[in-house]
């Protein structure tokens, strides 16, 4: 009996330990061939072939401690080069950069926090652009709008009680860069100066910028009110995606309106590259931004310029009152033409990658059509390239994309990206499509929604709670059934011993 008992619970074990390892993942039965994850992303190469190698992405540059950098310390240390011959410049703080790709072409103490004088107009009139539908509103001058300024701050010559458009307020904030008039724009826009300025650090904090922190909306010189050349790069690519904004900084003067308290009269841009076309440091493709100085930051400039299809921004911060060419002109409108011309000449605007290109391909799961899509290029990819390095000389673009997708696929859809990159510099990343449709197979989606349910947690779950009700249930039986039948036999054993229990004798 005792080893009956023995035997039952070794078999009680073993049923537990089959129905724990019938929780273990099936295989996807019916699944495609190709059926793998399907959801990691892997770098593939043209050929699909898995790209093991490091990354060869380009990097931004060697940023240096922000917290460690005051404003307004001086750090020539840090000069970086997309191309050679760069040209030395008078900046404490400079910044090149290819929009379209978003490359470095040249950097210097670009993340070193500076003071940023009015170049923190840019912000001001990105936040009003932003947040006035109707720029024929009208602001009335407070004296408040007059209290922090000192009589040689620059001025749109706004008086107290005049009552001026937002229009008319923004061209006398980025052309003459008056300070009153980013006062009154501040508080028509948040009802204070103090949420404007909250409205300033979000709104740059949104836009990546890690090493800004603004007082007022004018950039009057504060301890607290710094930036870097790369943060200000940020902020004036976002306020160039307006095309109000865009405009205003490209233009050279402007008619203010007829007010309640003055004439019509003019305002003139301080952006020398782009006020007299005669002059010799001008600089015809500068399309603008924003200037700013004060004793503090010294001479900032934020610069945009085009030339083809190729673009420019320039940051330069901390420069002198006087360039070495030109007495009157400040070192920071020659050092952004220097920089503007280095970098037209030495890179050159070339096609990456065409429309409807070819590169590379992508397994398929749940289709009998195909095992196998192709990808092709979303749209042309332009970007800036050193002038001696060809298209050719990049080679096989690095892709990524997942290893596998299902079905069903429309043509068009985005699968992935493909970056073009050359001796760790990236020169562009482009979109990759769908080639053509591919449908589904109902059979492949179902069993593969029933392969993937018997590898889920919950049917592992499922299994494990029945295998413990099962083994709970034999264990049950094991003891209170032996009780129940050792009972039963001590009952028989009493009848028999009973004396009047008759019991049957053999004849």
């Known amino acids: 009996m005792k080893n009956n008992t023995i035997a039952n619970r070794f078999a009680a074990l073993a049923l537990c330990f089959v129905l724990l390892f019938a929780a273990a993942p099936l295989p996807q039965a019916f699944a495609a061939p190709e059926d793998e994850t399907g959801t990691s992303d892997t770098n593939y190469t043209e050929d699909g072939s898995e790209d093991t190698g490091e990354d060869t992405g380009g990097e931004e540059g060697d940023g240096t401690d922000a917290s460690a950098a005051q404003p307004g310390a001086t750090n020539t240390t840090n000069v970086t080069a997309a191309a050679a011959n760069a040209p030395a410049t008078n900046a404490e703080a400079a910044l090149l950069v290819s929009p379209d790709s978003g490359m470095v072409l040249y950097e210097k103490n670009a993340d070193e926090r500076r003071y940023p004088a009015s170049t923190t107009k840019i912000m001001t009139a990105l936040l009003v652009l932003e947040n006035v539908a109707d720029l024929n509103e009208t602001v009335t001058a407070q004296a408040s709008d007059f209290e922090t300024l000192e009589a040689d701050s620059s001025s749109a010559g706004i008086k107290e009680g005049e009552t001026v458009t937002v229009e008319d307020l923004l061209y006398g904030l980025m052309l003459p860069s008056g300070n009153e008039a980013a006062y009154m724009l501040a508080r028509h826009v948040a009802g204070s100066y103090e949420a404007f300025v909250d409205m300033m650090n979000k709104r740059a904090e949104e836009l990546g910028c890690t090493g800004t922190h603004f007082v007022n909306p004018c950039g009057l010189h504060d301890d607290n009110h710094y930036t870097t050349a790369r943060d200000l790069y940020k902020i004036a690519y976002a306020a160039m995606q307006d095309e109000t ?40 493709y500068c399309k603008g931004i924003k200037t700013g100085n004060t004793s503090q930051a010294g001479n900032c400039f934020v610069g945009y310029a085009e030339y083809g299809d190729a673009k420019l921004y320039s940051v330069v911060m901390g420069c002198d009152s006087s360039s070495l060419e030109y007495s009157n002109i400040p070192a920071s409108f020659t050092d952004t033409k220097a920089l503007f011309e280095w970098g037209f000449q030495s890179f050159t605007s070339k096609t990456l990658a065409r429309q409807g290109d070819t590169v590379g391909s992508v397994n398929v799961r749940l289709s009998t059509d195909t095992d196998q899509l192709v990808l092709t290029v979303k749209n042309d990819l332009v970007s800036l390239l050193p002038a001696d390095l060809d298209v050719e000389d990049l080679g096989e673009p690095q892709i990524t994309a997942p290893e596998s997708v299902n079905a069903p696929i429309k043509a068009g859809d985005v699968i992935g990206s493909a970056t073009y990159s050359y001796n760790g510099t990236t020169y562009g990343t482009v979109e990759l499509v769908a080639l053509s449709d591919v449908e589904r197979s109902t059979v492949l989606y179902y069993a593969d929604l029933l392969s993937n349910f018997f590898q889920s947690t919950v049917f592992k779950v499922i299994l494990i709670v029945l295998a413990v009700f099962v083994v709970l249930y034999i264990l049950f039986n094991l003891t209170f059934g032996g009780m129940r039948r050792r009972n039963q036999r001590k009952k028989m054993r009493t009848r028999y011993r009973n004396t009047n229990y008759q019991r049957r004798r053999r004849r």
Do not use: H
């Open 245 to 284: 904004f865009a405009d205003i900084a490209d233009t050279v003067q402007w008619n203010m309106s007829k007010t309640n308290m003055q004439e019509e009269r003019k305002v003139l841009t301080t952006n020398q590259l782009i006020f007299s076309s005669y002059q010799p440091w001008a600089y015809a």
